[in-house]
């Protein structure tokens, strides 16, 4: 019964709530791994949620529960009313929005492919385990498909459903003593489109550069950040990108004496960060639809449609993340968080491109992990490196650097780019469990500040 639109209904026929929300959402997630060149486990796991949100005057009170039945339901709507009692009323209360009946496939099936949708890869899987043995190399590895299907009903009329399909993708090559070790994602739309032959290669090239070790000291290096890594950093960027916390003083957007920065040039001309759910190859929910208010999403905001939003526009702060309540506040519109991220670039280049081109000494860095927060107020981050740092010299691989700790605010990271790559579908190491949907190139960034060596493996 459960992530169906009849529960939506039978909750809101319930409510004696002022107003009420109900989410329902049907999850499936295949996944498959592997390790020491061998398949080891596959399997698929399902999840089915209901949240009932009451709104009493100003009032919020709001209930989740897994696979609930018709016997379980009222008692959920009810606790959901008793929650609001004795609540502070909800600073971010708006009318909630109209609807217009059942949005086109209201009442479809759910239809998620199992652990089918490998039926394309495993075969490409079992051609590299084999080459890798014959090499003398050890992969690991893990591919996730996620199917999540949402209805979104209001007790004033919106009926909405969305649809999202998601993958994920991450290989990482060992020699067999794990001194070196190397590592790719990717978060492909259709595991039939992904060319493991190719990744296989990529690994194998970087496991040849790692034979030859390089110590460096910490510094301030010239880098070439792949893909993964730019996007990690970025992502960051994007969660801090607050309108209320800016204007409130309390982020690296705040503009001195009060207000925000946007309007202000921030970065080099050229530079363009948008999101937008209709973005080909990377379509998210084209609705808020949210369990919870936070300074990025309001209850009071759930069916509010999306579209693109300029973050950055030619170099300039453009938007920043704002609820319906904050933009009455501001007396601007509305610009809610949308679930993607693209750093459009003009450049062609792919990393092996960007490294030819550079001049002197330089680093590539392939990913970054345990990234955390320093000082919200500059957004320095803090973290390391991992599964490969090379040492760039007139263009070309000199061989393999220890891994380094790094500080580094993502503003100044963008300040400082000099060159960025082809955009293309990327997967974030470090934040990937939870954001798959980037299109970000590589980037050449000047002074990245590598602020320690790291004895991280």
């Given at each position: 019964m459960s992530g169906r639109p009849e529960i939506v209904e039978q909750a809101l026929a319930l409510s004696k709530a002022d107003d009420c929300i109900v989410i329902a959402s049907d999850t499936s997630t295949a996944n498959a791994r592997w390790a020491n060149s061998t398949a080891t486990t596959n399997g698929v796991t399902t999840s089915n949620h209901l949240q009932v949100v009451s709104v009493v005057g100003r009032r919020v009170g709001s209930v989740g529960v897994t696979n609930p039945t018709p016997d379980t339901l009222e008692s959920v709507v009810r606790r959901s009313e008793a929650a609001c009692?004795?609540?502070?009323?909800?600073?971010?209360?708006?009318?909630?929005?109209?609807?217009?009946?059942?949005?086109?496939?209201?009442?479809?099936?759910?239809?998620?492919?199992?652990?089918?949708?490998?039926?394309?890869?495993?075969?490409?899987?079992?051609?590299?385990?084999?080459?890798?043995?014959?090499?003398?190399?050890?992969?690991?590895?893990?591919?996730?498909?996620?199917?999540?299907t949402t209805w979104l009903g209001t007790s004033t009329g919106v009926r909405l459903r969305d649809e999202r399909r998601q993958g994920r993708l991450e290989l990482n090559a060992k020699t067999p003593d794990f001194a070196r070790s190397a590592w790719v994602g990717s978060a492909p739309a259709s595991f039939g489109e992904v060319d493991v032959a190719s990744l296989y290669d990529h690994l194998r090239g970087r496991l040849d550069w790692a034979a030859t070790p390089v110590d460096m000291p910490a510094g301030h290096y010239d880098v070439v950040l792949e893909p993964s890594a730019a996007a990690d950093m970025l992502y960051f960027l994007y969660m801090s990108a607050g309108r209320r916390e800016a204007d409130e003083g309390r982020s690296v957007f705040s503009r001195p004496g009060g207000g925000s920065r946007i309007g202000e040039q921030l970065f080099p001309a050229g530079v363009q960060l948008y999101s937008d759910p209709a973005e080909p190859g990377l379509e998210v929910t084209p609705f808020v639809v949210t369990a919870a208010s936070s300074s990025y999403a309001s209850l009071f905001d759930n069916g509010l449609p999306l579209g693109r939003t300029d973050w950055v526009r030619d170099g300039v702060l453009a938007n920043l993340i704002s609820t319906r309540h904050w933009a009455a506040r501001s007396g601007d519109e509305a610009t809610p968080y949308v679930d993607n991220l693209v750093l459009d670039s003009p450049g062609t280049a792919g990393v092996d491109g960007l490294v030819a081109a550079t001049t002197g000494r330089a680093l590539l860095v392939t990913c970054f992990w345990y990234i955390r927060e320093v000082d919200p107020q500059t957004l320095l981050l803090t973290g390391l490196t991992r599964d490969g740092v090379y040492l760039v010299e007139d263009g070309e691989v000199r061989g393999a650097v220890n891994n380094f700790r790094f500080n580094m605010s993502p503003v100044d990271m963008l300040a400082q780019t000099v060159e960025m790559g082809a955009t293309g579908l990327t997967l974030p190491r470090e934040f990937g469990d939870y954001f798959q949907t980037a299109r970000v190139p590589a980037l050449r960034v000047e002074r990245f500040n590598m602020s320690s060596v790291s004895a991280a493996t």
């Open positions: 009692e004795g609540r502070p009323e909800a600073e971010d209360a708006m009318p909630l929005l109209p609807g217009g009946g059942p949005a086109a496939g209201w009442d479809d099936g759910v239809d998620a492919p199992g652990v089918a949708v490998f039926a394309g890869l495993a075969p490409s899987l079992g051609d590299i385990f084999g080459r890798s043995r014959s090499d003398g190399i050890a992969l690991f590895g893990y591919a996730e498909h996620t199917s999540t």
